[in-house]
């Protein structure tokens, strides 16, 4: 037997990856998973699930026909928030706004340049609110325009209006306020989660579906050899989803990345290892493919969407799901690759996230290797 | 390996092993209870006995696979219990999947082994071409292994699995789904290996006349060793018990074999070449005490038969509930054990059919319930039915035969309005399948392979279900489902839930449910895969009943003996009809003037040989 063990490490573990790239290869559903979905959950986040509006439709009631009444609508179109049209009532107005045609009425009131020479010139502002957070932004935006309205006419007219306090908007990081510019990096998590826990979860079952683990388990081959066996060709396939997503967001989206390359690959590596660690240890208790995959998905995919901070913020949530956000893996790496993308490398959030995902990388990847062992039942 | 003891050829020991899974009903079942066995060097061991006797979970513990309860195993010297991976490196094994990647193609399977056991590039050059003359996979190196048929697999299976050199062989059911011709050349290729290598074969198999083929037969029932010796003395236990009784004229052979099985004399009765072979039990008296076994004669026993001698004895001596309920009624019958209703019942309905129902050849000249015409079916380029045509006549039992994968369970799936047709016509009891599903659906009743009950709910709430599923309401709904308590002895087990009564009555209520309606026409797929030897008798025994009622039955098997108690049937492979007829028109196909005992199987693999040869010609002329 030791004639055999001396150079059957390295060789057996070559031979098993090989052999996994190839089954990866030849199968349509890890191509799409590998390449395919990023691009699609980039276009989809990218286009689609933006939390900005843009180009918000409404309606000015122009009930004043005066110039200072004109420049007002003008504003609203010259706004790239805002696509305004002009109508002659209210009631018109509301009609338009009942049907969804428009998502906000800007009134103008027969007395407006009126009031707005005596100083008192109010604008009345309806919104659609059935979707309260996007009816906050276009109201913040609609005073934005009128705030900006009212400075140009003070530089042209030389007029001063009275106004008491003006807000000055500071925004840091996400200096366009383009939501893109964190929901793009936060796919990062979703691809890396899908590929590292589902597929190897999957891969695994299938092996015990289809009984080829039973004919492995009869030949020399090590446990802990399959465990790296199944992680090397698939730390790639993820390694080439973060090349594909990234690509995608700085040519698509322009999305900037602050921090350095090299330290955004390391810490997304790293994040891999700990999806891998989750879908094998899965894997080691799940014989077929159906269970497994429901198990990738409510223990690692959907967590990781819900609870990392990608979509909702932790802060806002109730302490106890807070305290769960915790054991999250996704957690650490959804704030690593925010402050990677937007704010630099800044170390002080680097080492602490990174220093928790080698733990739990250590510490899957551990379980795995003395959870697997060659026996069927 | 030098490990074995000097002197020791002993190459597998196992001692009073016991192994038990949960049966997922809370209980738990012994797969293997108290088993020894010994195997010696350069021995070809057969393991044989039928679906459920815990060969596989055998093998299993051998190969260290499993854990077991409590026992020892020692492989080549190696204690299996203390170091299961101990004796991998001598030892190949092919699971009973194969154990293929069907993504890879041959040669990167066969590379994949050659890695994982360490042959060396040397060993390879001269292996390499040893295994693909000896499996004939050469031309087909690059194909991927999932499109390989049934026997390829099979062969390259065994091929990784000798990559190696082993000096003990283990395959585990390797011939099963397999078609005949695959099988007798798997045979040919081991009987080959264990002459020219120095080589230990432990092969299980649940064709019993496949052991006839090794040098020691170790026969499993329910977890034990019933036997153990050469095939000859597995056959010696019906020696002088064994006879061959020539059909009357009037009957079938199926319904001479009805008759003889109700006598608790008899071990075992079946159609065989158009006569009845039958086997006494180990305490008969004589085949003169059976009225209905005229003009027997004394033939030579095959392994199958003494088999079946040794069964009817364990079974008799086991009196536990588990097995006498599992068993069909003729043995508990003929000890006239416990309160038997349901037994006595089953032998009345069958004795009824064969001495009281109109015997006379009812399916000659009948008219056809069931007519395909050049049947296609095409799943994307793929061709698994391929121009099928035939007839089923009304009141006939009909079988479809054929290997996995040839096409069975496609076109009855088709006839049964399951699955659309790609082109041809299908016509059901008088409904073109084309234009008129639903109701072609109401004239048949239909028992899926897994028999689709409710395990869930009790045995009287699916008869309700099925009955409102059919439509059936008032006094006909009341009649009906008494009727299948009645004729299928659920009477006992109104209550149970399904999923807990055992696997021989929840394929009595699934045929119950499918008859509810009464249909002109019942398929069953399968229905008697994974199913005891004795428990397969009991089935064919109530389907001669159903037949001469007037039900037309369709069936699919992949036990050819068991064509012999069908009517007319036809043979398929890849797709196609390769012939069809009655089971003596089929035999006749493999006559020649000095083989006049041909088999349905050998028929078939005459059939194959033909056709191949035939396709060998043509690609010579173009």
């Known amino acids: ?377 | 390996m030098d490990s074995s003891a000097p002197g020791s050829d002993v190459i597998i020991h196992c001692r009073d092993l016991h192994k038990s899974f949960p049966d997922g009903r809370g209980g738990i079942t012994a797969a293997l209870a108290g088993v020894s066995l010994e195997v010696r060097r350069g021995l070809m061991v057969a393991l044989v006995g039928p679906d459920g006797a815990g060969k596989t979970t055998l093998i299993r513990l051998i190969m260290g696979l499993m854990p077991t309860d409590t026992g020892d195993v020692a492989v080549l010297g190696n204690n299996i219990i203390q170091h299961p991976h101990a004796a991998e490196s001598d030892v190949s094994y092919m699971p009973q999947k194969f154990g293929l990647y069907e993504d890879l193609t041959v040669q990167e399977n066969l590379d994949l082994y050659a890695d994982l056991h360490g042959v060396s590039a040397a060993d390879r050059k001269t292996r390499y071409p040893e295994l693909f003359t000896m499996t004939n996979l050469g031309r087909f190196t690059k194909r991927l292994a999932g499109r390989l048929s049934g026997g390829m697999k099979q062969k390259l299976g065994l091929a990784c699995a000798l990559v190696q050199s082993p000096q003990l062989l283990i395959l585990d059911e390797p011939t099963v789904g397999v078609d005949p011709v695959s099988r007798q050349e798997l045979w040919a290729i081991l009987l080959n290996l264990v002459k020219t290598r120095s080589l230990t074969l432990l092969i299980s198999t649940p064709y019993l006349e496949e052991a006839e083929y090794c040098n020691h037969a170790v026969v499993m029932y329910e977890g034990r060793i019933l036997t153990e010796g050469s095939p000859q003395d597995v056959a010696n236990h019906a020696r002088g018990r064994t006879f061959r009784i020539t059909t009357p004229p009037a009957i079938k052979p199926r319904q001479l074999v009805a008759t003889l099985l109700e006598s608790s004399l008899i071990a075992d009765a079946v159609p065989e070449g158009g006569d009845v072979r039958l086997v006494l039990k180990a305490d008969a008296p004589g085949v003169a005490e059976i009225p209905a076994a005229v003009n027997a004669v004394e033939i030579k026993p095959q392994l199958s038969d003494g088999f079946m001698v040794l069964l009817r004895q364990a079974v008799a001596k086991t009196q536990t509930a588990g097995v006498a309920s599992a068993v069909n009624g003729i043995s508990a019958q003929s000890k006239n054990k416990s309160g038997g209703t349901p037994t006595v019942q089953a032998a009345t309905i069958s004795g009824q059919s064969a001495s009281h129902a109109p015997i006379t050849a009812t399916t000659d000249g009948g008219k056809a319930v069931v007519q395909v015409h050049d049947l296609v079916r095409r799943f994307g380029d793929f061709i698994a039915v391929n121009h099928v045509n035939f007839d089923i006549r009304k009141g006939e039992i009909f079988g479809l035969l054929g290997p996995n994968g040839a096409g069975k369970s496609t076109t009855f799936r088709m006839l049964c309005g399951l699955l659309p047709l790609t082109s041809g016509t299908l016509r059901v009891a008088g409904y073109d399948l084309r234009h008129a599903r639903a109701s072609a659906r109401q004239a048949v009743g239909y028992v899926a392979q897994k028999f689709s009950l409710y395990s869930q709910l009790s045995v009287q709430e699916n008869l309700a279900f099925f009955a409102s599923a059919y439509g059936l309401r008032g006094i006909r709904r009341k009649q009906r489902v008494q009727w299948a308590i009645a004729e299928f002895d659920l009477a006992n087990l109104l209550s149970n839930i399904t999923g807990g009564i055992p696997d021989g009555f929840k394929r009595r209520l699934a045929m119950a449910c499918a008859l509810l309606h009464e249909p002109a026409i019942l398929f069953l797929d399968e229905p008697t895969s994974g199913v005891d030897p004795l428990a397969r008798r009991e089935f064919w025994q109530r389907i001669t009943a159903m037949a001469d009622q007037g039900v037309t039955v369709v069936v699919t098997t992949h036990f050819m003996e068991e064509a012999e108690y069908c009517d007319r049937m036809v043979i398929m492979m890849n797709g196609r009809v390769l012939a069809g007829g009655t089971p003596t028109e089929i035999r006749t196909l493999a006559m020649t003037p000095d083989k006049r005992d041909a088999t349905i199987e050998d028929a078939f693999i005459h059939v194959v040989m033909e056709e191949q040869k035939a396709g060998l010609k043509a690609s010579a002329a173009a």
């Open chain 1, 1 to 377: 037997m030791s004639r055999k063990a001396t150079f059957g490490k390295p060789r057996r573990i070559m031979a098993m990856s090989r052999k996994e790239a190839r089954q990866m290869m030849r199968d349509p559903s890890s191509i799409a998973l590998g390449i395919v979905l990023p691009l699609l959950l980039i276009l989809l986040f990218g286009y689609g699930l933006s939390l900005d509006a843009h180009h918000v439709p409404v309606a000015v009631v122009m009930e004043d026909h005066s110039p200072s009444a004109q420049s007002v609508f003008g504003a609203f179109a010259g706004s790239r928030y805002f696509q305004p049209r002009a109508v002659n009532s209210m009631v018109q107005a509301n009609r338009l706004l009942t049907a969804g045609t428009v998502d906000g009425i800007v009134r103008l009131r027969h007395n407006f340049s009126r009031n707005l020479r005596a100083g008192h010139a109010n604008i009345q502002f309806t919104t659609n609110s059935i979707d309260a957070n996007r009816a906050r932004l276009i109201e913040n935006y609609a005073s934005g325009v009128v705030s900006g309205w009212l400075a140009q006419r003070e530089l042209t007219h030389g007029q001063h209006y009275y106004q008491p306090v003006t807000i000055q908007q500071q925004i840091w990081f996400n200096r366009s306020m383009d939501s893109r510019y964190f929901l793009v990096p936060g796919l990062l998590v979703l691809i890396m989660t899908l590929i590292g826990a589902l597929m190897t979860a999957l891969v695994v079952a299938r092996e015990w579906e289809r009984g080829t683990f039973e004919s492995l388990f009869a030949t020399p081959v090590q446990p802990g050899e399959i465990v790296i066996s199944k992680i090397i060709p698939y730390f790639c396939l993820g390694m080439v989803g973060l090349a594909v997503a990234v690509t995608a967001a700085r040519i698509l989206f322009q999305v900037p990345i602050r921090g350095s390359l090299p330290v955004l690959i390391l810490v997304s590596a790293l994040y891999l290892l700990v999806a891998l660690g989750m879908g094998l240890l899965i894997s080691t208790r799940t014989k077929n493919q159906f269970i497994a995959s429901q198990a990738a998905l409510l223990l690692t995919f959907l967590p990781a969407m819900m609870l990392s901070g990608f979509i909702f913020d932790i802060r806002s949530m109730p302490p106890a799901i807070q305290a769960i956000t915790y054991v999250l893996p996704a957690r650490y790496f959804v704030a690593l690759l925010q402050t990677l993308f937007l704010a630099g490398d800044i170390w002080s959030v680097i080492l602490p996230n990174a220093a928790v995902l080698v733990l739990m990388a250590i510490i899957f990847l551990g379980l795995t290797r003395r959870l697997t062992v060659k026996r069927l039942a």
